[in-house]
């Protein structure tokens, strides 16, 4: 049986080792695509009619910033990538598509709850184009063609998904997928789910800026780490070297 992260512990906190790696990733004519044919949406604020995080945990958004939440394998890996994005003004790990009373660590993770470990981004439409989150998500921060998984993670709770507050990021998701799917840029399908957002709730402490905290854990060495280090190299230019990070942000709150 594959080990899951339950199975190890490190600084209080749970972590695995894993050998995931793989280079499924073209060149960045996807990027280019995406840059070409969806470089002219700029998102205003959040209509009022779209769907919005209904939890008391849901975090409060600066003025106007955007939301969008993104599933894709283990929260570490994907709060890590977009806390080093420019635009991003915040990155929390957490848990959607399920209710209130069972966003625990210990019960998403029997893959029973509906919920996925997802990152919440709040970005500033001005400074990043959600056309560019999307070139993350898809090129960098996961594989968007592993089904309920991400390597040896696997459960519903690693499934791939957008989850919009907005007809403009749905739109603007789907397309995306239609360009890459057209491209041909996996060799797999697509299968992303693309869902509107209905609630999220933040994530155990532990979990929070967990790379920044245990640099050194195999699992950050092996999986996180070379995302960061693929985003900086692939995407410099929506790259940030100081990682705006979840406990800089709620201590000033």
Known sequence: M?????NIRDAGALAFAESRRRSWIAALGCAVVLAVTLGAWRLGPTPAASPVPTDARALTVAAGDDVVVFSGGCFWGIQAVFEHVRGVTSATAGYTGG???????EEVSTSTTGHAESV???FDPKRVAYADLLKVFFTVAHDPTELNRQGPDDGTQYRSAVWYTSDAERL???AAIRQLTAAKTYSRPIVTQVTPLHGFYVAEGYHQDYLVHNPDAPYIVINDKPKVEHLKAALPTLYSDTPVLYAAATATK
Do not use: D, G, K
């Open 2 to 6: 594959m080990q899951t992260r339950r």
């Open 120 to 122: 919440r981004v709040t």
């Open 99 to 105: 209710a209130a009373a069972t966003a625990t660590y």
């Open 172 to 174: 603007i998701t789907e």
